[in-house]
């Protein structure tokens, strides 16, 4: 029951629902999902580590980027069901729509400035 009550607690936050859905397009950056979602960088950084430490996101390095992406749902049956079917859900949401409208114009070199 532990595992479970950690998924369901990491989906428990609006930003955090958000931050899953974006990665569903691609692999990002911390500043780029702070950019996106317009909080700040130490918030999104919070954020990605609850739902690391679920077993929904995974993080790696790609030289000196680290980048977070959706786990593969290896960890849990939980996180594979709730990662499979997010994909479904909340398409139709208006949050969600802006945010797929405002994710292609997101990069991190314009963010950072190199």
Not at 28 to 55: F, P, W
Request: glycine share 6%; net charge positive; with cysteine.
């Amino acid at each position: 029951m532990k595992q479970f009550i950690k998924v369901m607690k990491a989906l428990s936050d609006p930003n955090r629902v958000k931050m899953m859905k974006i990665l569903q397009s691609r692999p990002l950056c911390v500043c780029e999902i702070k950019e996106t979602l317009g909080i700040a960088q130490s918030t999104a950084s919070k954020h990605l580590k609850l739902l690391e430490d679920a077993g929904l996101v995974r993080s790696f390095k790609e030289g000196l980027w680290v980048n977070y992406s959706l786990a593969d749902g290896s960890d849990s049956p939980y996180c594979a069901s709730m990662i499979g079917n997010m994909k479904h859900w909340l398409e139709d949401e208006a949050q969600i729509k802006d945010l797929n409208q405002i994710l292609p114009g997101i990069n991190r070199i314009d963010i950072v400035g190199k």
